[in-house]
């Protein structure tokens, strides 16, 4: 299923653009629209393998970039659970990059859990703004292989190395966002990360017990229970973000980036006064939450 920027995409991408970006804003010195890089899961078979390079289009020429299970536990197992991972990475994947501003797209082939709008999250992450993604395996999958294999990919391909916290954070907010969609719809997931993050921004934070506090009076007021599970996370997470650095002029120029990108979706009737009320939002809220920051 092959989408451009969605309104589902939008509900996810918003819970993000307070994520960390302190990557550097660089680009391949040979870098050229059309490159392709790839990413593999380590335990498909040689059949396997070649079935996934001829169904992408890629060969031995393209930068090949593998992915162990091993990788896949270690930054999606304390927010996905070992079953849901699985014990053999196999989906694979195939970024090929496009020109400036053209945004991104996903489509993807028997991957059964991770949606589209997931793995665009963790591209937006790693600094990857404009590429086509495809994603596949062999047999349906969760595709958590892919995942952990496209912040990679972006790793290697520029030559430098993602600060493990920032990959750990990255992923969690991206699960935790996609689970609260889940369960509690996706509107309510991004009002409620959306209140959490202006009503910090407004009054200072001193411990956990503030937090919890807080979040749970945002949630009641919203009507939505939430599970100790789901409260905890969401405590842990705001107390890790707030001790990273953030750019906060590259997420100014993210939420830019998603308005010039939004195209032919916000001029429908029903869509455009909404996501337009949403990003100016987060435009003002910016400032507030610099102060919180700081």
Request: aromatic share 6%; no cysteine; glycine share 6%.
């Amino acid at each position: 299923m092959k989408r451009m920027i969605t309104k589902s995409f939008l509900f996810f991408l918003i819970g993000l653009l307070l994520l960390p970006t302190i990557l550097p804003a660089v680009a391949l010195a040979d870098a050229m629209p059309g490159d392709v890089i790839v990413t593999l899961g380590e335990d498909l078979s040689e059949s396997q393998r070649q079935q996934l390079m001829n169904e992408m289009g890629v060969t031995e020429d393209n930068l090949i970039v593998y992915v162990s299970n091993e990788e896949e536990h270690q930054y999606l197992g304390s927010y996905i659970s070992a079953s849901r991972i699985g014990t053999n990475a196999l989906s694979s994947s195939k970024i090929t990059l496009l020109e400036s501003g053209e945004g991104l797209s996903v489509e993807t082939n028997r991957i059964d859990w991770i949606s589209d709008e997931m793995y665009m999250n963790a591209l937006i992450t790693a600094g990857v703004e404009d590429a086509e993604i495809y994603v596949t395996a062999p047999i349906d999958v969760s595709g958590t292989a892919a995942l952990t294999g496209l912040l990679k990919a972006y790793e290697v391909a520029m030559e430098i190395e993602i600060p493990e916290e920032q990959k750990q954070i990255a992923n969690e907010e991206m699960v935790k966002t996609g689970e609260l969609s889940h369960t509690i719809g996706a509107e309510n997931a991004t009002e409620l990360m959306n209140r959490i993050k202006e009503e910090i921004g407004d009054q200072p934070i001193e411990s956990e017990e503030d937090l919890r506090a807080l979040i749970q009076r945002i949630a009641n007021e919203m009507g939505i229970t939430l599970t100790d599970e789901e409260l905890n996370g969401l405590i842990s997470l705001f107390m890790r973000m707030k001790d990273l650095n953030i750019d906060w002029n590259q997420v100014q120029n993210q939420i830019n980036k998603v308005r010039d990108n939004l195209g032919d979706y916000l001029n429908r009737e029903e869509t455009q006064s909404f996501i337009r009320s949403v990003l100016d939002f987060f435009s003002r809220l910016i400032d507030v939450i610099k102060g919180w920051f700081s």
